[in-house]
């Protein structure tokens, strides 16, 4: 069976030492995929202190771009959108986010309904207040 590491030039560069995705036969994982943006390495709609503490951010700036970003992936690895079949969510304050995404994450897969787990967590490596994390199956 065939293991095959994917980087995908036109989605953002990953923040540590992994690939965007990784193909097993025909299951596609993708690493956790954040909202920055490919072309500027920022956050949409995010503000930071000098100290790098939120100073003003748009959290479905940060949910539409998360999918946008997602969709890059999956281009750049063969699959489209509707090839998803799983998805975990990170919140970083669910109680806050938590409508808003699912408010959001209905627009994106009314016509695809994957698994899904949302989590709350405390923080994530870099700003961002949301991460996706995506098993797709590729025909």
Sequence with gaps: MSNIKIDANKAPKPVGLYPHARRVGNLLFLSGIGPRDPKTDGVPGTTLSKSGNYTA???AAQCRSVFDNVKLVLEASGAKWENLVDVTVFLTDMKRDFHTYNEIYAEYFKDNMPCRTTLGI??????I???LKCIAVVE
């Design 57 to 59: 951010f748009d959290f």
């Design 122 to 127: 405390d923080s994530l490596p870099t700003p």
């Design 129 to 131: 207040c949301i991460e």
